[in-house]
């Protein structure tokens, strides 16, 4: 009889370990992209800079939206990553970007938002290594959304 019962709890954990990877495997990440990004303070450096001069960032107006993407590895190495499929938007609608990833990026996979008249400002999110597709959606009506889903 003892054999029988180890052998019922056994496949109960061995039932629950695979339930709770499944779980995990489909779960989706997602990270927003704000319309706009206020930059309240912001320790500027140039090597460029006169000596004795100082930096401010001017930041009385937010930072629109400019683009986003998936990068392999931290954005500061710009290793953008072109997608597989991409559909255009329609006057004003929706366009939406897919990025089919095989396995794990050694260096990580990045969602990245860009501000700014040509993208200086980055924000952006390190997505699951288990993540298989990430997509990027951008809404241009009325009140613009963009969004990333990775699962």
């Not at 970007?97 to 095989?102: C, K, Q």
Request: a neutral charge.
């Amino acid at each position: 009889m003892v054999p029988k019962r180890l052998s019922a709890i056994a496949q109960c954990v061995v039932a629950l370990a695979l339930a709770s990877f499944s779980m995990y495997a489909l779960a989706k990440d997602t990270f927003k992209c704000p319309d706009t990004l206020r930059v309240s303070a912001a320790a500027l450096q140039s090597p460029d800079l006169p000596e004795g001069g100082e930096m401010a960032f001017k930041s009385d107006a937010p930072l629109p939206f400019f683009s986003m993407g998936m990068f392999s590895g931290h954005p500061r190495e710009q290793a953008s990553l072109v997608p597989d499929n991409e559909r255009a938007a329609p006057a004003g609608g929706v366009s939406t970007s897919v990025w089919t990833f095989p396995g794990p990026d050694a260096y990580g996979k990045y969602a990245v938002c860009e501000y700014g008249p040509a993208g200086q400002v980055q924000i952006y999110k390190r997505m699951p290594d288990a993540a298989r597709t990430c997509t990027a959606t951008a809404r241009s009506v009325r009140a613009r959304e963009a969004a990333f889903e990775c699962e």
